[in-house]
């Protein structure tokens, strides 16, 4: 069964300061991996997604993310953060339904980013 | 933003009380989901519609039962609410179960049973 594993329940960091959180899929094939963030109040908004080919992706607001599947890895990192990056952020793993017979994401805990002044 | 609205946003109600709250989307997606988010277990999946009247159970389904008589509302009922059930729901749509294929989150629903 896939899985997602965030390490880090809350990181608190100084803005202007670079930022990396990590993630870990379980899965037995090259997973569609995705990163979303939360604010305070509002749903979940989709920061940039890996299908296949190059392991480095871009994304929105900034934030890029490494695939890297001998460590099973999917790392979010931004290199200066903004006060308005304080939010949740969460890690999932999309896999073929006739692989998983699953139809859903499957999400991981989440990562609270707290900056500070 | 994707067209998914919730319904309603909050509601308060109390202990042994039937619940709907509802998704509408205008994406035309065929897929839709409710998820519910609490504080150190993330998003957890409690139903999910592949299309009109097709349903299955997520991770949590226990309490809570689902219909799609149209392909734009997707509706979440709590049978009899409880206090475990307090938590925010939010629906999702995607348009394929294809691993690649992104979701989409609705604003939503605070819901507090007392």
């Known amino acids: 069964a896939q899985s997602v594993t965030q390490p880090d329940i809350h990181i608190t960091v100084s803005e202007g300061a670079s930022l990396e959180l990590r993630c870990n899929y379980s899965y037995g094939a090259t997973p569609y991996l995705f990163w979303y963030v939360q604010s305070p109040g509002q749903g979940l908004q989709l920061l940039l997604k890996?299908?296949?080919?190059?392991?480095l992706v871009q994304g929105i607001k900034g934030f890029e993310a490494e695939f890297k599947r001998s460590q099973s890895s999917f790392n979010l990192r931004k290199p200066s953060v903004h006060w308005s990056d304080a939010a949740e952020y969460f890690c999932a793993v999309g896999a073929t339904y006739k692989d998983t017979g699953r139809r859903a994401l499957t999400f991981g805990s989440g990562t609270r980013l707290q900056v500070q002044p | 933003d994707a067209g998914i609205t919730q319904s309603p946003r909050h509601k308060v109600t109390e202990t042994g009380t039937p619940v709907t709250l509802r998704c509408h989307q205008t994406e035309n997606h065929r897929y839709m989901y409710w998820y519910r988010q609490d504080p150190g277990h993330g998003l957890r999946l409690i139903h999910y519609s592949y299309g009109v009247k097709d349903t299955d159970k997520g991770e949590v389904s226990d309490g809570y039962s689902v219909s799609r008589s149209k392909t734009e509302d997707f509706l979440l009922t709590l049978e009899s609410a409880t206090s475990s059930q307090t938590s925010v729901y939010f629906c999702?749509?995607?348009?394929?179960?294809?691993?690649?294929?992104?979701?989409?989150f609705g604003q939503g629903t605070r819901l507090t049973v007392v």
């Open positions: 999702a749509i995607r348009s394929g179960d294809r691993g690649r294929s992104e979701a989409f």
């Open positions: 890996y299908f296949s080919g190059d392991t």
